[in-house]
């Protein structure tokens, strides 16, 4: 059962120029990105949720310290508020993606509430994805230390017949307290503090499971803290967290491709026997591939293959040669992913996986491609309904098999625990 709570968010004054102090998500920003955002503005969120680390940085004095001292002074100042009544709040994004080939334009609506932290045992919310040590360690010492959510899990729904989205449709008819374009999304954001309105939501979220699409290192935080604090003190104050939902019947929700990049592999073209042992191979044009990947998505396992100048079409010929290869215990929901049959069938089994890395940057993959030694697989992007069926699997997705967009911006607002 899927439990929310409206929450008196943390909010910049609408006397600040909300572009130049919001960010994208910590995990995908660079160095470079990084220093911008610090030199933007001295308000920004990014010393928040990824402050400069100080060679003389101590237990008493570091990002984790500076970010607790800087958003309370912040909400000393004036430059933060927090609203009088709890609320849920409502972010729509519009932008446009390009999949293969073609610009698309789309539009993600959600909320963002409180939820209540379930173990993924219980089915409720559900993860794709693995999670590593060191950035769990890194977000459990900012949120103990802050004792605030700085910034929203993206989780996923199904209803179909969007009645969420009828309930909260008045409400984005009213003028949106921020609207800020960062990328090429144009954000706007709502509150709801019509406690009849938040009721209905709850109501019909209530029988909902959820998919978490990016956050799996700030829920599995999350839950670790609230354990700790019960722990120490039998609080149940950490029992919920902040959290972004969204319909994925309504078609608002991209996934981008990871395309592979095999850097100075030595592939020419007298290897391709090997690739048509699995694969039907067909030279085309740069234009057809991408039409031709697009066209046969659904039904089919196609890719593109570039390297030397050259591209090439590339159709699994039978699926069944997936059943008997590796990765035992697995379901054929992971074994028939794209991602797992062309690493299987091809970068593992024929070129090997030694400097490999992903490019999510279309025209970026082409460019490097035509490099000397250079040879990039184009792959689909991956499917909601596959994301849901790895989750409710139990399993989770092989490494880059998703790139959820737009990312959701930091700073709209916060909960302080």
Avoid at 54 to 75: G, V
Avoid at 93 to 116: C, F, H, P, T, W
Avoid at 203 to 218: P, V
Avoid at 286 to 315: I, P, W
Wanted: glycine share 6%; hydrophobic share 35%; aromatic share 8%.
């Amino acid at each position: 059962m899927v439990e929310i709570l409206p929450f008196r968010g943390i909010r910049y004054s609408e006397d600040v120029d909300i572009g130049n102090v919001v960010a994208p998500p910590y995990d995908v920003i660079s160095p470079d990105e990084a220093r911008k955002f610090h030199t933007l503005h001295d308000k920004n969120v990014i010393r928040l949720i990824l402050g400069e680390k100080y060679a003389d940085d101590t237990p008493d004095n570091n990002p984790y310290t500076r970010a607790r001292d800087y958003l309370k002074s912040w909400l000393e100042e004036g430059v933060l508020i927090r609203d009088e009544k709890p609320s849920i709040y409502i972010l729509e994004q519009k932008y446009s993606a390009r999949i293969a080939g073609k610009d698309e334009n789309r539009r993600m609506l959600g909320l963002i509430s409180l939820v209540k932290l379930e173990e993924y045992e219980k089915n409720v919310i559900l993860p794709h994805e693995e999670t590593l040590k060191k950035a769990i360690g890194d977000r459990l010492h900012l949120m103990g230390t802050t004792k605030t959510n700085l910034s929203q899990i993206f989780t996923m729904y199904s209803d179909p017949e969007k009645k969420v989205e009828e309930i909260i449709k008045e409400k984005i008819k009213a003028p949106p307290i921020y609207e800020v374009n960062s990328d090429g999304v144009a954000n706007r954001f709502w509150k709801i503090d019509d406690a009849g309105v938040i009721a209905k939501v709850a109501l019909e979220m209530k029988e909902k499971q959820l998919f978490i699409a990016d956050g799996h290192h700030r829920y599995t935080t999350a839950l670790m803290l609230r354990d700790q604090i019960r722990e120490e003190n039998g609080s149940d104050a950490y029992d919920y967290t902040m959290m972004y939902y969204t319909n994925m019947a309504s078609g608002g929700i991209t996934i981008l491709p990871a395309h592979r990049l095999l850097s100075n592999v030595g592939f020419d073209i007298s290897q391709m026997w090997e690739v048509e042992k699995y694969f039907d191979v067909e030279k085309v044009g740069e234009t057809v591939m991408f039409e031709k990947l697009k066209a046969m998505n659904r039904e089919h396992h196609v890719f593109g293959m570039c390297f030397g100048g050259e591209c090439y079409f590339l159709h699994l010929k039978d699926e069944s040669v997936m059943d008997n290869m590796a990765n035992h215990g697995k379901s054929r929901d992971w074994k028939m992913l794209d991602v797992t049959v062309i690493h299987t069938l091809l970068i593992d089994l024929i070129v090997g996986k030694d400097h490999l890395s992903y490019i999510i940057d279309e025209s970026e993959a082409v460019d490097k491609s035509k490099e000397e030694g250079n040879v990039v697989i184009f792959v689909n992007p991956t499917k909601l309904e596959e994301v849901k069926r790895i989750a409710q699997n139990g399993e989770k997705m092989p490494g880059k098999a998703t790139y959820f967009y737009p990312k959701l911006l930091t700073g709209l607002v916060m909960n302080k625990i």
